[in-house]
């Protein structure tokens, strides 16, 4: 979730990570100006935990790792760094120096959105990680209503779209053959109340 700019003065990328490394805040960092990032929600934090409860129980017996919020990507052909909402990598994970804290090869991002980042999440941050060869696969998760889109990579020019909507259905991780269940997604999350005129008829 990205809130303000900090600075107005432009800043180096080895500025922006010595400052956000003593830093107990996250910002974002855009050609040259560091963004802070928006505390999350409760519905945001419920279905964080909940796709990595789900996922996790999936992976855990291979070489794929799952990380939320706190580690950050990097796309060093525009100099950006951001904090995806979660992240998937596959094999060998490869970082910007030896913290090993800015990861470089994400496979799958999932971004939970909120009114005021969704646009940015479906546009200028997904151009970003498009420039990541690793990156095959985005999933955007609504909040307050059962739906999802999904992005997946088909050939090195061309991305599928596909949406998924209701509690009753499932959504397909492909990089990681993973079958999530929306009920599971959505679980204990304050949804809200299904329009009047999609209800059934009796």
């Known amino acids: 979730m990205v809130g303000q700019v900090q600075s107005q003065s432009w800043i180096s990328p080895e500025e922006y990570l010595n400052i956000e490394r003593r ?52 796309v060093p052909s525009t100099g950006y760094f951001t904090y995806p909402d979660i992240v ?5 994970e490869e970082f910007t120096d030896a913290h090993n804290d800015v990861l470089v090869n994400p496979l799958v991002i999932i971004e939970i959105l909120s009114d005021s980042t969704a646009s940015i999440d479906r546009g200028k941050k997904f151009e970003q990680y ?4 690793s990156f095959v696969e985005y999933l955007l998760i609504e909040q307050r209503t059962p739906h999802i889109e999904q992005y997946i990579l088909y050939d090195a020019q061309e991305w599928r779209y596909r949406t998924i909507r209701g509690i009753d259905e499932q959504v397909i ?20 109340p299904r329009p009047a005129h999609l209800h059934s008829i009796s």
Do not use: P, W
């Open 88 to 92: 998937i990598t596959c094999g060998k």
């Open 23 to 74: 830093s107990t805040s996250r910002s974002e960092y855009v050609d040259g100006e560091m963004f802070a990032m928006a505390g999350a929600t409760r519905q945001h934090n419920r279905i964080s935990s909940n796709l990595v409860s789900e996922i996790n129980q999936h992976i855990k017996s291979g070489d794929c790792n799952i990380y939320s919020s706190d580690l950050r990507v990097h």
């Open 130 to 133: 498009r420039e990541l060869a």
């Open 173 to 192: 991780i492909q990089a990681i053959d993973c079958t999530l269940l929306l009920r599971d997604i959505y679980h204990k999350v304050d949804l809200l």
